[in-house]
T-cell receptor, first 114, second 115 residues
Framework: AQSVTQLDSQVPVFEEAPVELRCNYS??????LFWYVQYPNQGLQLLLK??????LVKGINGFEAEFNKSQTSFHLRKPSVHISDTAEYFC????????????FGTGTSLTVIP | DAGVIQSPRHEVTEMGQEVTLRCKPI?????LFWYRQTMMRGLELLIY????????DSGMPEDRFSAKMPNASFSTLKIQPSEPRDSAVYFC?????????????FGQGTRLTVV
């Protein structure tokens, strides 16, 4: 079975400060890892993904994430946030060869304070 | 490609009425997912299809919910009869794994309000 835990439901941060959104997962098989962003009244948009190779992946809007297999984590980071980064962020996993299901965390609401 | 297209974007209906949500996946994608998003439960997978065949519908909450995919370019999610607790945002997503992508592409969602 697979599960995704986003430890922080809400993260307030001042503009231009760094931010880290945490994600841990549990899976009995290897997984692909994703971060999605959801702006108000919109669908989910892919920020970045880890499929294989380098464990540090870069995505859109200056975000990056690092896959840590031993800690089963995939934390999302940005060195300097902008007001426009205010949104809901979802971590997701998709197990290899198990029907291509996606398992989502409960989301982290990032609020950037001017 | 225009992406995953859902219609309508907003739906307001009275309790007891039938509601049909529609989804057009990205051309060439062979997996289609229906999700429901609420404040209380977050994103819930309702059902997903592979090559138009339902693979897992264990997330469908009740018999009032049904989903079909008559062809590769169209799917519906029907609620009959609708209840106020069905109020949520319903998302459709599609994917075609095996081409170095693997991610799901989401539509804009249908916001359903049952009064």
């Amino acid at each position: 079975a697979q599960s995704v835990t986003q430890l922080d439901s809400q993260v307030p941060v001042f503009e231009e400060a760094p931010v880290e959104l945490r994600c841990n997962y549990s899976s009995s098989v290897s997984v692909y890892l994703f971060w999605y962003v959801q702006y108000p009244n919109q669908g989910l948009q892919l920020l970045l993904k880890y499929l294989s190779g380098s464990t540090l992946v870069k995505g859109i809007n200056g975000f990056e994430a690092e896959f840590n297999k031993s800690q089963t984590s995939f934390h999302l980071r940005k060195p300097s946030v902008h007001i426009s980064d205010t949104a809901e962020y979802f971590c997701a996993v998709s197990p290899f060869n198990t029907g291509n299901q996606f398992y989502f965390g409960t989301g982290t609401s990032l609020t950037v304070i001017p | 490609d225009a992406g995953v297209i859902q219609s309508p974007r907003h739906e307001v209906t009275e309790m007891g009425q039938e509601v049909t949500l529609r989804c057009k996946p990205i051309s060439g994608h062979d997996y289609l997912f229906w999700y429901r998003q609420t404040m209380m439960r977050g994103l819930e997978l309702l059902i997903y299809f592979n090559n138009n065949v339902p693979i897992d519908d264990s997330g469908m909450p009740e018999d009032r919910f049904s989903a079909k995919m008559p062809n590769a370019s169209f799917s519906t999610l029907k609620i009959q009869p609708s209840e106020p607790r069905d109020s949520a945002v319903y998302f459709c997503a599609s994917t075609r794994p095996g081409q170095g992508t693997a991610e799901a592409f989401f539509g804009q969602g249908t916001r359903l309000t049952v009064v």
